[in-house]
């Protein structure tokens, strides 16, 4: 079992940067996958970046050029530095861990874009 607590989140202007982290705990294994969704209101849950363990990235093409996903192995938590934000982006982030049969998902934090 693995847990994931996520921090970073709050309300921005348009144009601002927030960093969002993700810690994980327990049973984890040495090759996963973390990523990070987001779930606007009224919308389903979609994929914003994911990460492997080791190192390979994959973006949602909404987000290329503005977020970027890390992860820092030593300490088991991954990093998602949004810039540029857009009222657009204003959704309930959650990270997910994927690793050997363990599925986690963290309870999420919520990032509002407006002025």
């Known amino acids: 079992q693995v847990q994931l607590v996520e921090s970073g989140g709050g309300l921005v202007q348009p144009g601002g940067s927030l960093r969002l982290s993700c810690a994980a705990s327990?049973?984890?294994?040495?090759?996963?996958?973390m990523a990070w969704y987001r779930q606007a209101p009224g919308k389903e849950r979609e994929l914003v970046a994911r990460?492997?363990?080791?190192?390979?990235?994959n973006y949602a093409d909404s987000v290329k050029g503005r977020f970027a996903i890390s992860r820092d192995n030593a300490k088991n938590t991954v990093y998602l530095q949004m810039n540029s934000l857009k009222p657009e982006d204003t959704a309930v982030y959650y990270c997910?861990?994927?690793?050997?049969?363990?599925?986690?998902w963290g309870q999420g934090t919520q990032v509002t874009v407006s002025s």
């Open positions: 997910r861990y994927i690793g050997g049969s363990s599925l986690s």
């Open positions: 327990g049973s984890i294994f040495s090759i996963n996958v």
């Open positions: 990460i492997s363990s080791g190192g390979s990235t």
